[in-house]
C-alpha cells in the first residue's frame, strides 16, 4: 500500500513550456487534491476532485487545469507556465465517506520555471 | 488560521520539555479541526482531530484543546522529541458543508537538543 504517489519529484521547467504532474493513491479515496505550497505560506488548494470525471475549482486555480478520468489518478496541468508557478506541490487524497475529511498527502513535486 | 507574512511564527523548545502550538481558526461555523506535523521535505502528515462537540482528545504524546468561544484550537506535544522539530499546520472544516479543509499557516517548532 504506497498510499499516495507523485510523478515527477523534480521538475525544471521553461516559461511558456507545459507540463502535467501525476498523483497517484491505491486507498480508493474518492476525493482527491492538488495544493501548492510557497515558502512562509500554508497549503493553497489549486483544484480538487469528489469523484472520477469531476473537477472543481479551489483557491488559485488560475494556470492550471486538471483531469480525473480514473478514480487513482488526479493529473494537474500546467499548459503555459510562468516563474510565478514555481513551487511545491502537493497532492491528496480522502475518502469522502464523511465529506471533506482528513486528507493523507504524498511527498511533494518541486518545480522551478526560468 | 494564522495571519502571518513571508516567516513562519517558530517555537524554539528544550527537548523533554512540552510544547504547545496554538491556532486561531477563521470560520465560527467550523466543527472539524485537524492537525497535521509536516517535515523538511516531505508531505503533511495527519497528527489528531477533533469534532466540536469535544473540547479536548489525546493521542499518543499529543493532544488538541478547542476553546470554541474563542475560536482556538491548540495542540500540546509532551515530552518534546528532536524527530517533533517540523512545521504544524491546523486545519478546520464544516463537515455537512461543501468546502475543503482550510489551511492555517503553520508554526516551525524547533528542538533545542
Known amino acids: 500500500n504506497a498510499g499516495v504517489t507523485q510523478t515527477p519529484k523534480f521538475r525544471v521547467l521553461k516559461t511558456g513550456q507545459s507540463m502535467t504532474l501525476l498523483c497517484a493513491q491505491d486507498?480508493?479515496?474518492?476525493?482527491m487534491y492538488w495544493y501548492r505550497q510557497d515558502p512562509g505560506m500554508g497549503l493553497r488548494l489549486i483544484h480538487y476532485?469528489?469523484?472520477?470525471?469531476?473537477?472543481a475549482k479551489g483557491e488559485v486555480p488560475d494556470g492550471y487545469n486538471v483531469s480525473r478520468l480514473k478514480k487513482q489518478n488526479f493529473l494537474l496541468g500546467l499548459e503555459s507556465a510562468a516563474p510565478s508557478q514555481t513551487s511545491v506541490y502537493f497532492c491528496a487524497s480522502s475518502s469522502g465517506l464523511a465529506g471533506f475529511e482528513t486528507q493523507y498527502f504524498g511527498p511533494g513535486t518541486r518545480l522551478l520555471v526560468l | 488560521g494564522e495571519s502571518v507574512g513571508l516567516h513562519l511564527p517558530t517555537l524554539s523548545v528544550q527537548e523533554g520539555d512540552n510544547s504547545i502550538i496554538n491556532c486561531a481558526y477563521s470560520n465560527s461555523a467550523s466543527d472539524y479541526f485537524i492537525w497535521y506535523k509536516q517535515e523538511s521535505g516531505k508531505g503533511p502528515q495527519f497528527i489528531i482531530d477533533i469534532r466540536s462537540n469535544m473540547d479536548k482528545r489525546q493521542g499518543q504524546r499529543v493532544t488538541v484543546l478547542l476553546n470554541k468561544t474563542v475560536k482556538h484550537l491548540s495542540l500540546q506535544i509532551a515530552a518534546t522529541q528532536p524527530g517533533d522539530s517540523a512545521v504544524y499546520f491546523c486545519a478546520e472544516n464544516i463537515r455537512s458543508g461543501n468546502t475543503p479543509l482550510v489551511f492555517g499557516k503553520g508554526t516551525r517548532l524547533s528542538v533545542i537538543a
Open positions: 476532485s469528489v469523484g472520477e470525471g469531476t473537477t
Open positions: 486507498m480508493n479515496h474518492e476525493y
